[in-house]
């Protein structure tokens, strides 16, 4: 038999740590390491190393930490009982995050912060002290989940999460990780989830995959890997590291788009750079540069905007 040629380690330059992050979660790894240290040619120290790593959900698909998943769920179910949810009999425990809800009394709004908790019949938003039951819906009663992104005064991107209830009636809560949230209600009410509410039309999407984003630091700006999604309402790009996306632009805040040479993790030498009403340009990268292009370039193209030489759209002038 052929001998093996040895393993060798790798460097790709166009990988980050939300890449690996990703991977990990949606795959994991399997490591197996023999190791001995020897001194003068006298073996001293052994290791030996069977390690899995990889997200909560792909080991208890797999059968692994379903014990230690099981004893940590009876314990979180304690905790809810500790704060102050009484469960009905039979009633299961799911999840729990800090959040809120909106009430709206006529002309009258107000955020009421407290904690979101997820049951298999519930959900329900509680304040502790006082205590008191905020807002509930029986599973049952809920028609549709939508994340719904919106500017704060500072103008920072929030997502919210809306339902809509039996009767056609609304309502509108916050949740530390609103993402988490809406996967676990889909979960629980398989089709409920709808797509993202940004301004702008209905949400088909144009184009949808692993995109980079130059976040700007003070240190510098850091390219970092992630999901972006383009719907004609606007783009929206979040990093696996991130419980908030960090690019939600509507589709009327998107001004045009260019390729230009310059070095990026996709690989071809070409950046794609977006002028957007509130934030300026964004860089954004891509292994799939041309589709993006195209597709960002269907969005924000106004009918007005000529194409240079190299095919790029031509940014339009800024607003005098």
């Known amino acids: 038999m052929a001998e093996r040629p040895p393993v060798k380690p790798t460097r790709d330059p166009r990988v980050t740590l939300d890449d690996l992050v990703e991977v990990l979660l949606n795959k994991g790894a399997v490591l197996h390491l023999d190791l001995i240290i020897s001194v003068a040619d006298i073996p ?3 290791v030996s190393l069977r390690a899995a790593i990889a997200g909560m959900e792909t080991m208890l698909e797999h059968g692994m930490m379903r014990q230690w998943d099981e004893h940590t769920r009876a314990w979180v179910e304690g905790s809810a009982a500790r704060e102050g949810l009484d469960l009905r009999e039979g009633e299961r425990h799911v999840a729990q995050m800090h959040g809120g809800h909106l009430l709206e009394e006529g002309v009258y709004t107000a955020w009421r912060p407290g904690t979101v908790f997820l049951t298999d019949r519930r959900l329900v938003v509680l304040r ?7 807002w509930q819906s029986d599973l049952s009663a809920i028609r ?8 704060s005064a500072g103008g920072a991107p929030r997502t919210r999460v809306r339902l809509t209830l039996d009767g056609g009636t609304t309502a509108l809560l916050s949740a530390a990780d609103p993402r988490a949230l809406c996967d676990l209600l889909d979960r629980a009410l398989p089709g409920v989830l709808g797509g993202e509410l940004l301004p702008g039309a209905a949400q088909q999407v144009l184009a949808e995959g692993h995109l980079w984003y130059q976040e700007p630091r003070r240190e510098g700006p850091l390219w970092r890997g992630g999901t972006g999604k383009l719907t004609p309402g606007g783009l929206v790009w979040k990093s696996p590291l991130d419980a908030r996306p960090a690019l939600a632009l509507p589709a009327d805040d998107l001004l045009g788009v260019r390729q230009t040479s310059g070095h990026s993790p ?3 030498g070409t950046v794609l750079e977006l002028r957007t009403h509130s934030l300026g340009e964004v860089r954004l990268a891509a292994t799939d540069t041309a589709h ?5 370039r269907e969005l924000t193209d106004r009918g007005d905007e000529p194409a240079d030489a190299a095919g790029a759209t031509a940014l339009p002038a800024p607003a005098r």
Do not use: H, S
């Not at 502790?128 to 905020?134: A, G, N, Q, T, V």
């Open 144 to 151: 549709e989940v939508r994340p719904e992104t919106e500017r």
């Open 44 to 46: 001293l120290i052994g």
């Open 128 to 134: 502790r002290d006082p205590r008191e039951i905020m």
């Open 266 to 268: 996709g690989g071809d």
């Open 292 to 296: 993006w292009y195209e597709k960002l």
